[in-house]
Each structure stands twice: as structure tokens, then as C-alpha cells.
């Protein structure tokens, strides 16, 4: 479950908050009666302390093996991201409950915050000073995931009410330091450098360890079967990535037989293949020497995974794995037309655009960008779109991850109509002449188009990697060929106040890319070109409710930090166009990586556009700036 927007019913007065949370003390004497059964059935459950020791022993380090070694029997079970279920909870909602559960004045819980930088130590230091008569029953794991599910699926007028009494229950019964991550749960971000990739691992890990055998191994052995079965946990996980349907099946089945019962299937989204940039097109020809490969154009939209299951049910997904039914019900409306009857059931990737009916072309992802994200009506939309299929995933009960992309496009062809307006497939190209390719290029940026891709098309190594950058993919943009290289989406976290002109607005930002292994966000560069007066003034308001007194602690400044005049919530990501890198004293992308104390900036970066597609945990991350700066002069 994500931390996401501020709950439906945020502009509540506190007079019908007030009745409301007497409406919902109703329920609290049966809450007490579920808490006394728990209590009888504590011995079986894992308490929640326990879980709340794994998380301190996380904090305490930044080495991966010691994380990966505290987690081995301890695993967090969350709703994938396909589920769609968001927490919906604010700050001013989590402070009420703090100060509800335990006397403090929101004044004084609010001044503790702007000190401290952190909801889950104001509770927890809050928590301390609270004296109780009677110690509650002992928080557990199940109990304590029961409860974020209930509010994150509280809807409705009484919904706020109803999370605040939950939130004060759960807090009532904190003993330690449980407080602290309870609320950080609430907020989305544990901070305590607990990666996902570290998660599998270490599940991998305690499979294997499991076995009573394990103890006779020689270090060789065990060492190689800890890191084959990490692969196998990975891999299972990028195609169905459910904890609830994975972990199950490890208990039941050998690990050599994982994917023989975990094996994607519509209704789950797989996370996307990912292409690699290049900046020559003779790069893309020493890549693909003595192999065939074939060139799609690159269109300037949303990626999107589209589903239907045996039972007829349809399912957009973005990148992130987000459903965006609800988002495109034009889409959705139109959808059955684009399939063959024979076709039962599939996966496939593809592009949204913005589309113009009239000149039959595709229109700029600027345009794309304004269309509503939520309860979008379809009599309302105004910005048309056309879906560009490149890909077929899943077709009629069958995986196709390992088959080529030859085979893969042939059966997409087979088995959907071409639509106009509505359904195409991505234009493509298959020759290894690089005048062609050129010539190809040049009409994809005709058409609108951002550039090229070019992939592996017919052997062994041409299948389709999910949640992998792979060099099978090479993407081609008209900036790289100018030698300005690939894109960076980045995280806005400070602003400086305008000068001159911008007095009234922001002038500059300071941005920084995403560490997942530390859950840190790295300064990475200051941006003030490429924006025009409006967005500016857009930008102004739309970041003026993420404003922050003080830097977070998950930011990564350094000794001598850039020190903007406001701080931000990290909540934007934009994509941003670099005339190149460098090493910096200053700024603290990857640091440690190619200096001991240097990190690495972007420097003239210049302001592409939002990515609204794309969650602040989803920015280019600390080690792909260090791989575009150790790659960005090999073509030169």
C-alpha cells in the first residue's frame, strides 16, 4: 500500500470531524472485544515488536548483506501496487491521531515536527510521555496489516473519522518504539534502506537455509545455492509480483518449481522491459553486428499494459503497475472492437497518445499530460487518444516472455485489428543498412515521434526481459545524436526565489535523482532553463502545499550542501535534458561510486516536462547517473 493524496473528505470542518469520530466510537468497544481474541491467539501470531526489532536492526546499518541477514525470517506482506488500494492519509490527519492518543496539542505535535523532520519520532517521543492505567493487548503483524487495510479502503463521509480511530487505537496499543513505524507505514516510506530487491532476496535466502541439509553444505555449495535461488525468486516475482501468491507456493513446492506455479497471468502487470540509450546509430550497429534486429518508432506518450482474463474482464495498467482503467473509460469502450474473436485472453504493451482525428496524427505528450488522472467522465474528455501495440506478452493461456519478438509481433498481428484512430501497431522497420535506419529515423520525428527503437528480433536472445534495462533494446533520440545524451527524471525537492522578472515565482529548483537501496533522494543539479513564464507560475502553485520547514532526513545534501530558500515534499518528477556530467563536490548523486566523497552532477541541465507517469520512487536512479557519466564519453 502507497501513502497517497489527502483523504476524499480533507475539507471536513473539525465540528463534523468531532461528530463524526462520536459516530465511530460506536464501534470501538467491539474493536476492544477483537483485541481481546487477538490477545488469546498472540502465541501463534508474530508480534509486532518483533517486526519492529528487524526494522530498527534496518535502520541501524546501510550494508545490504546485514539487512538482507536481519530480514531472513522476517518478510513485510503488502497489496501490490495492481491493487489499487492507497492509505489516502494526510499529515494533518496523522497529527490529529497523535495528539488524540496521546494529549498533546496540535500545536505542540506540529512544532515537534517542523524540529524533527519526522511523523513517526514525534510519535514515538510523544508516546513516552503518555502515562496508561491499563497496558493494552500486544500489537501483532496480522493485526497491525488488517488495520492499514481498513483505512485504506474507508470511503465515503465518516471515512476520515473512521481512520482516526483507527490510527489512535493502533497507537494506544504501541509499546517501544512501534509508534514510530506505525505512523511511518501510514506515511509510505519506512526509511530504513529496505529495498524490495533485499526483500526477495532475503525470502530467497530463508528458503534455502530452511532446508535441514543446509548446515552439512561447504561454503561453495550454499554460497551458490543462496544466489540461485535469489534469481529464481526475482524472476518469478518480476512476472507475477504478488507476495501473496509467491510465498504460499514456496511452502508448498520445491524452489526449482517456483515458476511452474507462479507464472504471469492477465489482471497481474509485470513491470516493463526498459531500453538503454545510445548515441550513434553505429553504436546500435556494432551492438546488433551478425544479428538481426528491427527498429519500432518511439512514441511520445504513457506506456500502458493492457489485459483481458478468460472471463472477458479488461485492465489498463501504467508502467507502474497502476490500474488506469478508470482513467481511459473511452479506451476501455472501444477496446472489444480492436480484438479477434480468437483471441481469449492476452497481455500486451503499448503506447497512449494524444491523437488528432481530423489531421490524423499524434500530438505532443504535453497534450496527453492534461487529461484528467481521476474519475474522468467520458462525455467530459476532451483530448483524444490512439493506442500504438508494439508487444504481445500473453496470448490465449500462453506466456510468450520466452519466445522472440519476431514470433511475439507476428501473433499480436494475428490476433488484433488495426483500428483507425483507435488501435495501430508501432510502426516498424526491419534492416541492418544504416541509411535506412537513418531515413526511418527522420520520418519518426516527422510523425512526432521522439526517435527510435531498436531491438534483437529472431534467436535465442530475443525475448522479452520484464523489470530489466536490457541492451537488447537500444533507444535512439534526435538529442543523443547531437551527442547531448539520454534524458534524466528527477525529483524536485528545493526551490530559489526568483530575480528580476521571477520575483513573483520560483526561479530555480534543485533537483535529485532516487537511491532505492537507501531509500534516499541525492542532490543531483540546480535548473532554471527551459521552463516559459507560465509553468513557472503553475509550478509556483502547485508546490506551494508541499512547502517543508526543513529538509527531510531521507534527503541526501552532503558537508557543503546547495542550500535552496524552500524545501519541498518530494512529490514531481520531471524529466530533464543534461548537456553532460561531472564529478561534484557538491552535489551527492552516487557518491562513493566513481570518488570516495564526490558525488556527480548534470550540468546545463535544461526542463523537458512533468512525468506524471511516474511515482518519485520511480526518478532515475543513483546508479544510472553513474552509468551515464562513466558511458558518456565512449561515443565521441
Not at 476492544?32 to 509486532?48: F, G
Not at 495498467?317 to 479477434?340: G, T
Not at 534524466?488 to 533537483?511: C, E, M, Q, S
Request: proline letters at 4%; glycine letters at 6%.
Amino acid at each position: 500500500m502507497d501513502a497517497g493524496s489527502p483523504d476524499n473528505n480533507a475539507e471536513t470542518s473539525e465540528q463534523d470531524v468531532d461528530m463524526e469520530i462520536k459516530e465511530a466510537e460506536k464501534e470501538e468497544e467491539e474493536e476492544r472485544e477483537e483485541m481481546k481474541a487477538e490477545r488469546a491467539a498472540t502465541k501463534q501470531l508474530v508480534p509486532y515488536a518483533a517486526l519492529v526489532k528487524t526494522f530498527e536492526k534496518c535502520e541501524q546499518t546501510t550494508k545490504r548483506l546485514e539487512i538482507t541477514e536481519h530480514l531472513v525470517m522476517l518478510f513485510i506482506q503488502l497489496c501490490p501496487d495492481y491493487e489499487g488500494l492507497e492509505l489516502g492519509i494526510g499529515e494533518s490527519i496523522i497529527m490529529r491521531a497523535i495528539g488524540d492518543s496521546t494529549g498533546r496539542k496540535p500545536d505542540a505535535i506540529k512544532k515537534s515536527y517542523q524540529k524533527i523532520g519526522d511523523l513517526g519520532t514525534v510519535a514515538q517521543e510523544s508516546k513516552r510521555s503518555q502515562s496508561t492505567l491499563f497496558p493494552a493487548a500486544a500489537l501483532t503483524v496480522p493485526h497491525v496489516f488488517k488495520k492499514l487495510k481498513e483505512i485504506a479502503m474507508f470511503e465515503g463521509q465518516s471515512s476520515q473519522a473512521r481512520k482516526i480511530k483507527i490510527i489512535q487505537n493502533l497507537l494506544v496499543a504501541c509499546k517501544g518504539n512501534e509508534a514510530k513505524y506505525i505512523i511511518r507505514q501510514l506515511e509510505g516510506k519506512l526509511r530504513i534502506g529496505l529495498a524490495e530487491q533485499t526483500v526477495l532476496a532475503a525470502l530467497a535466502q530463508a528458503v534455502v537455509l530452511s532446508d535441514p541439509k543446509s548446515k552439512k553444505w561447504s561454503t561453495g555449495t550454499r554460497e551458490e545455492r543462496l544466489l540461485r535461488a535469489a534469481e529464481v525468486v526475482k524472476s518469478v516475482y518480476n512476472q507475477l509480483p504478488s507476495y501473496d501468491m509467491i510465498i504460499p507456493a514456496l511452502l508448498e513446492h520445491p524452489l526449482e518449481e517456483l515458476l511452474d506455479h507462479c507464472t504471469m497471468r492477465p489482471g497481474i502487470p509485470l513491470k516493463p522491459m526498459l531500453a538503454h540509450p545510445t548515441k550513434s546509430l553505429t553504436e546500435v550497429l556494432d551492438r546488433f553486428e551478425g544479428q538481426n534486429f528491427t527498429c519500432e518508432y518511439k512514441y511520445d506518450g504513457e506506456r500502458a499494459q493492457i489485459h483481458k482474463l478468460e472471463d472477458g474482464t479488461i485492465s489498463i495498467y501504467s508502467r507502474n503497475s497502476e490500474n488506469m482503467s478508470q482513467r481511459y473509460p473511452d479506451v476501455m469502450e472501444k477496446i472489444q472492437k480492436w480484438i479477434k474473436p480468437s483471441t481469449t485472453s492476452f497481455i500486451i504493451d503499448c503506447e497512449t497518445v494524444a491523437w488528432d482525428k481530423e489531421k490524423k496524427r499524434i500530438l505532443p505528450f504535453q497534450v496527453l499530460s492534461t487529461r484528467k488522472r481521476k474519475d474522468v467522465k467520458e462525455e467530459d474528455i476532451k483530448v483524444q487518444v490512439a493506442i500504438f501495440a508494439f508487444d504481445c506478452l500473453y496470448l490465449n493461456g500462453e506466456s510468450l516472455l520466452q519466445t522472440s519478438l519476431k514470433t511475439r509481433r507476428q501473433k499480436m498481428m494475428e490476433s488484433f485489428i488495426r483500428t483507425e484512430d483507435e488501435f495501430f501497431f508501432a510502426e516498424s522497420m526491419d534492416s541492418n543498412n544504416i541509411e535506412d535506419i537513418q531515413h526511418f529515423l527522420d520520418e519518426s520525428i516527422k510523425n512526432n515521434c521522439e526517435g527510435l527503437m531498436v531491438k534483437l528480433y529472431d534467436n535465442e536472445h530475443a525475448t522479452y526481459e520484464p523489470s530489466k534495462r536490457s541492451r537488447n533494446w537500444l533507444k535512439v533520440k534526435k538529442d543523443y545524436l547531437a551527442g547531448v545524451g539520454d534524458s534524466v527524471d528527477l525529483v524536485v525537492i528545493g526551490a530559489f526565489h526568483g530575480k528580476g522578472k521571477r520575483t513573483a515565482v520560483y526561479g530555480a529548483f534543485l533537483l535529485a535523482c532516487y537511491d532505492p537501496e537507501t531509500e534516499k533522494f541525492q542532490t543531483v543539479c540546480k535548473i532554471g532553463t527551459g521552463f516559459s513564464e507560465e509553468q513557472l507560475k503553475t509550478f509556483h502553485e502547485k508546490l506551494k502545499d508541499t512547502v517543508i520547514p526543513t529538509p527531510r532526513s531521507d534527503f541526501m545534501l552532503g558537508e557543503n550542501p546547495i542550500k535552496p530558500d524552500v524545501w519541498f515534499k518530494p512529490t514531481q518528477v520531471w524529466e530533464v535534458q543534461p548537456a553532460d556530467l561531472s564529478v561534484s563536490p557538491v552535489y551527492m548523486a552516487g557518491v562513493g561510486q566513481v570518488d570516495p566523497t564526490k558525488g556527480i552532477s548534470l550540468r546545463f541541465p535544461r526542463f523537458l516536462k512533468i512525468r506524471e507517469d511516474k511515482e518519485v520512487e520511480d526518478a532515475t536512479s543513483s546508479d544510472q547517473i553513474v552509468e551515464f557519466y562513466l558511458n558518456q564519453g565512449r561515443n565521441d
